[in-house]
């Protein structure tokens, strides 16, 4: 996927709420006006890019327990200079889970922006998370690694226990 191509998704996409398609408006501005908006050294924010990770019969969800941020998310992370944000997603769930996803569709799932905390040294910025769903075999076995505390297959029905982050149970909310 190119820039272009993902400014053309962007632009097509159908967000969910009111509050998503704000985010797509803010997005495409970002991305306008930042020739290097993927990368990590543009201080005010950078894209990156994760990957909602759904069984085979979609009602459970592979989260992970993110240890600088001491939060239950999907995998994802920084493109680094890639603008392919789904090959990003891709890499980022091999890195965090050990498991290599297969080709599927490269189509947005969802579009967030939230705020980073201002961490040794790096000030606080935004992340401009461009998502993809993945539908997975039932048996695959996800191995953890040094970024997380936890790496969980959960039930849609009972992310709530786990997390409160809106656009988690956005997401979720867009599988049921």
Not at 104 to 115: A, T
């Amino acid at each position: 996927m190119t820039r272009k191509e993902l400014v053309q998704q962007v632009e097509n996409y159908l967000p969910f709420d009111q509050t998503e398609k704000a985010m797509c408006e803010r997005l495409l501005s970002f991305m306008q006006e930042n020739e290097n908006c993927f990368e990590r050294s543009l201080l005010i924010g950078h894209i990156t890019a994760s990957a909602w990770l759904l069984n085979e019969k979609t009602e459970e969800v592979l989260l992970i327990h993110h240890k600088k941020l001491n939060k239950w998310l999907q995998p994802g992370g920084h493109c680094d200079g890639d603008e392919n944000v789904f090959r990003v997603a891709r890499k980022e769930v091999l890195e965090e889970t050990g498991i290599e996803v297969g080709p599927q569709k490269e189509k947005i799932f969802d579009i967030d922006i939230h705020s980073i905390p201002e961490r040794k040294g790096v000030p606080a910025h935004d992340h401009y998370d461009v998502r993809f769903k993945f539908v997975l075999q039932d048996n695959i076995k996800p191995i953890q690694n040094e970024e997380s505390n936890a790496l969980e297959w959960i039930s849609i029905d009972t992310i709530e226990n786990y997390t409160q982050e809106p656009s988690i149970l956005r997401m979720v909310k867009k599988c049921i």
